[in-house]
Structures are given as structure tokens and as C-alpha cells.
Antibody
Framework: QVQLQESGPGLVKPSETLSLTCSVSGVSISDYSWSWIRQSPGKGLEWIGY???????NYNPSLKSRVTISGETSKNLFSLKLTSVTAADTAVYYCARGGSHSTGIDRWGQGTLVTVSS | SYEVSQPPSVSVSPGQTASITCSGD??????TCWYQQKPGQSPVLVIY???KRPSGIPERFSASNSGNAATLTISGTQAMDEADYYC?????????FGGGTKLTVL
């Protein structure tokens, strides 16, 4: 079955770049779109962006200037980079399958907490 | 930017019907999805394309979307349905989440 696993540093300093990777098993990333979503402590879901199977991406306009999502088909993973982080970027970050189509976001990783603090 | 709104909380008695609304300008012209999130867990897709249930989602979950509102309905609500529910739509290829509704079964 499809499984997604986020990985990356749990602590990032202010002004630095947050980098996360999502390893996918059970399906090729070339066959779907893939999303990053975050959730600040005690808050709701915030969509960060998604990457199409073609490799192009769409981003949340509020984060667009700081976000890059890329895919690595040879390793079957996709990644998130968020630059110039502040405490407001502290959140659980989820990688997930889907987002570009009306079929929704149908598989989610377990999420990883990233704290921005010096 | 496009926004959708949900009530912060809804309460329902066990066995009764719970309805959670999601409001947005001309939302009925867009596809919507609904997600269930229990404490400490990742969200789960319960409705896609306005009305469709993924495999494994109980029949008591249904939804509609028309005009300026989408509605998630849970018939015969069970204690296990207590969770946060999020609606989601698309606007110009961007994903928009509602703020979430905490469903309490009491």
C-alpha cells in the first residue's frame, strides 16, 4: 500500500531554511501529484503547495516567495524548502498524495514537527 | 484570495445527525473535499468531488455542495466520529482549507 514518510531536522534557527523530504513507497511519484501541508500547534491545516507528476509546482500565494517543492523520481521522493523561517513557521509538516485534482488528498504521512527557535 | 469558512464547533448526540457547513463565494461551482482529523493523527479524506466517499469510509458520511455552501452530514453519529473536520476547495489551482470544525459527540 501507499506509504509516505517525512524526514528532516526537527529544529531550525530563525532566518535559516527549513528542508524536508518525503519518501514514498508503494507507488511511483511520477503517477500522481504530491502536496505539503502544515498545521501550527492547535491550529488548522494550511496548504503549502503541490508538485505535479510533470515536475511543475503550484504554491500557496502567501508562501510562494519562500517555498520550493521538487521531486526526485530516481529515489521516489519529493522535497520541501522554506526559506527565511520565523517562529510562525513552527508546525507539523505533512506530506501527502494528491492536491492538484478533485479527487482530493487521499494519503497522508504521519507528519513531522518542525520548531523554529534559536 | 479565496476563503472558505466553517463554524468552530458543532455538537451532536449519539445516534443523531450532525451537519457541518462550509461557506464560500460560489462554492457550488467548485469541487469540495472533506477531511477528518482525530487528535494526534493525520487527516483522513472522507469525501471528495463534493459527494463521493473513498473506499473504507462508512456510508453514514455524506455531503452536498450547492450555491455558496457545502455540507458534510454524518447520520447516526457515533462516538468515534468525534474529531475535527476540514472542508477544502480549489481556486485557480490553489488549495484552500476551511478553518476546521470540532465535532463533539455528547
Amino acid at each position: 500500500q501507499v506509504q509516505l514518510q517525512e524526514s528532516g531536522p526537527g529544529l531550525v534557527k530563525p532566518s535559516e531554511t527549513l528542508s524536508l523530504t518525503c519518501s514514498v513507497s508503494g507507488v511511483s511519484i511520477s503517477d500522481y501529484s504530491w502536496s505539503w501541508i502544515r498545521q501550527s500547534p492547535g491550529k488548522g491545516l494550511e496548504w503549502i503547495g503541490y508538485i505535479y507528476s510533470s515536475g511543475s509546482a503550484n504554491y500557496n500565494p502567501s508562501l510562494k516567495s519562500r517555498v520550493t517543492i521538487s521531486g526526485e523520481t530516481s529515489k521516489n521522493l519529493f522535497s520541501l524548502k522554506l526559506t527565511s523561517v520565523t517562529a510562525a513557521d513552527t508546525a507539523v509538516y505533512y506530506c501527502a498524495r494528491g492536491g492538484s485534482h478533485s479527487t482530493g488528498i487521499d494519503r497522508w504521512g504521519q507528519g513531522t514537527l518542525v520548531t523554529v527557535s534559536s | 484570495s479565496y476563503e472558505v469558512s466553517q463554524p468552530p464547533s458543532v455538537s451532536v448526540s449519539p445516534g443523531q445527525t450532525a451537519s457541518i457547513t462550509c461557506s464560500g463565494d460560489k462554492l457550488g461551482d467548485k469541487y469540495t473535499c472533506w477531511y477528518q482529523q482525530k487528535p494526534g493523527q493525520s487527516p483522513v479524506l472522507v469525501i471528495y468531488q463534493d459527494t463521493k466517499r473513498p473506499s473504507g469510509i462508512p456510508e453514514r458520511f455524506s455531503a452536498s455542495n450547492s450555491g455558496n455552501a457545502a455540507t458534510l452530514t454524518i447520520s447516526g453519529t457515533q462516538a468515534m466520529d468525534e474529531a475535527d473536520y476540514y472542508c477544502q476547495a480549489w481556486d485557480s489551482s490553489t488549495v484552500v482549507f476551511g478553518g476546521g470544525t470540532k465535532l463533539t459527540v455528547l
